[in-house]
């Protein structure tokens, strides 16, 4: 029932929303509300999938539901972000946040316990983790600027896929080369899978920036909501350069998508971990400030994470995670990977200082679990984000990182921050836990490390 008011409110919110754009008075408005729209539509989606799915779990609600509550956060950040009047917001809230949070408490899910199978969670079926394991997986459509594909561009390729039959694993090929595209894998592309020719000959690149206009949302080189996405040997790029702030390569708010063998180069914002279930496997990740953010459900694995130099007197901060509700079962998780300085931060390393990350958000919820932490890392760890905001809230932990910057005996002292001791609360993180991996995983043939 609860779910059931909380989507007439949204229907009813969303129509509101669809009749102010009008009322834009410009240009910075109307990007902000068309964000709003999209989000709108996407939590009216989530929360029929909540309602009307027959195999839905318990982790699947909390998942749905906390995407949805992520989506009306994210339509009020973007009018902020542009330093425009929120004098729309009323109109198109309608207490809908509320009502979602309600139905976190209410149900108030237990974490399903997650599995593993070779070295993925089980969520990946095994068709799916041997599309990501084999040396070259048969792809439905190639991409080839030179013209010897189906296509010349992403863009051509993905909308042939949207008129496909059915929701089954679709292939698109990506030659090599730099394709300089914005692209947007919406909620009715299930199941699409871009394969490039490895991470430094395959990118995809974009140039958008808060600063020039756009809302964080909306700077994505590349967006994506279509549930089950995969990518494999692709770089995901965003050159709009420090001095034009958040600045994203790559939005992830698709359920059950996976990312192996992929990079993120940006400098604030690199990676956008939006919401929903998400495991990213031996990628490298760039950025400056903030550069994996986000609310969704995320495990990061084996990954290679750079911080790159920013500009004068900012300081490096690796996460800025978003959770707004401690019902939520979101957090970003970084297992046995490694953070290191860039080839550019290296000769200027003692000018900068580098935190884990800060709390965006109220219940901010980040861990790093048996890392190799660089002497980049500044002992205090982590980093304030607004005085004393969140730190009683917030769930900072380290277990048994490694590595010159890995020392804790100079850690903050905040109540949120914890080093992890016992592994049975470590494990909470893993991919087994965190993303119930084992029930989707196998299927995109990606190998992954279930628990510790």
């Known amino acids: ?18 009749g102010l754009g009008s009322k834009c008075r410009n240009d910075r408005e109307k990007a902000a509300w068309a964000d709003c729209l999209k989000l709108y539509e996407n939590t ?12 839905c779990t318990d982790f699947d609600a909390q998942t749905w539901l906390s995407a949805a509550l992520t989506n009306l956060e994210t339509c009020r950040t973007g009018f902020k972000e542009l330093g425009v009047s929120t004098h729309m917001l009323p109109l198109m809230s309608n207490n809908v946040s509320k009502l979602i949070c309600n139905t976190l408490a209410l149900n108030n899910w237990s974490t399903e316990k997650q599995t593993y199978k070779y070295g993925f969670p089980t969520w990946v079926s095994p068709g799916d983790r041997r599309l990501l394991q084999s040396s070259s997986p048969q792809a439905n459509l190639v991409v080839a600027q030179d013209g010897s594909g189906n296509h010349r561009t992403i863009k051509a390729a993905l909308d042939a896929a949207a008129k496909r039959k059915g929701s089954g694993r679709f292939v698109i090929r990506v030659k090599r080369g730099v394709y300089r595209e914005n692209l947007e894998i919406g909620n009715n592309m299930k199941n699409i899978m871009l394969v490039g020719d490895g991470l430094k000959n395959t990118i995809i690149t974009g140039s958008r920036s808060v600063g020039g206009g756009s809302t964080t949302f909306n700077s994505a080189t590349v967006a994506v909501t279509g549930e089950g996405f995969i990518a494999r040997e692709i770089t995901f790029r965003n050159t709009a350069g420090p001095q034009n702030h958040q600045a994203v390569a790559l939005r992830s708010g698709s359920d059950l998508s996976v990312f192996y063998r992929c990079g993120f ?21 760039y950025g400056t400030v903030d550069f994996i953010f986000g609310n969704a459900a995320v495990v990061l694995q084996n990954c290679m994470i750079y911080a790159r130099r920013p500009m004068d007197k900012q300081k490096i901060t690796i996460t800025a995670q978003g959770r707004t509700d401690p019902n939520q079962n979101t ?40 890392c190799y932490l660089d002497s980049l890392v500044d002992p205090a760890g982590w980093l304030e984000w607004d005085g004393n905001f969140a730190l009683n809230t917030l769930y900072y932990g380290e277990y048994r990182n490694f590595g010159p910057g890995s020392s804790t005996s100079r850690r903050v002292r905040w109540r949120g921050y914890r080093v992890i001791t016992n592994p049975t609360e470590a494990s909470q993180f893993t991919v087994a836990n965190f993303i119930a991996g084992r029930s989707w995983l196998p299927a995109t043939s990606v190998t992954f490390t279930s628990g510790l």
């Open 1 to 18: 029932m609860a779910v059931q008011v909380a989507m007439e409110r949204a229907l009813n919110a969303e129509t509101h929303t669809k």
């Open 331 to 370: 957090g970003i998780s970084v297992h046995n990977s490694r953070i290191m300085a860039a080839s550019d931060l290296r000769p200027v390393l003692s000018s900068f200082k580098t935190y884990l990350g800060r709390p965006w958000k109220e219940y901010s919820r980040t861990v790093f679990l048996q």
């Open 265 to 285: 180069e940006g400098y604030q914002d690199t990676l956008y971990v939006h919401s929903q279930r998400q495991f990213y496997k031996e990628c490298y990740i």
């Open 44 to 55: 009216i989606l989530q929360l029929n999938q909540t309602l009307d799915n027959p195999k």
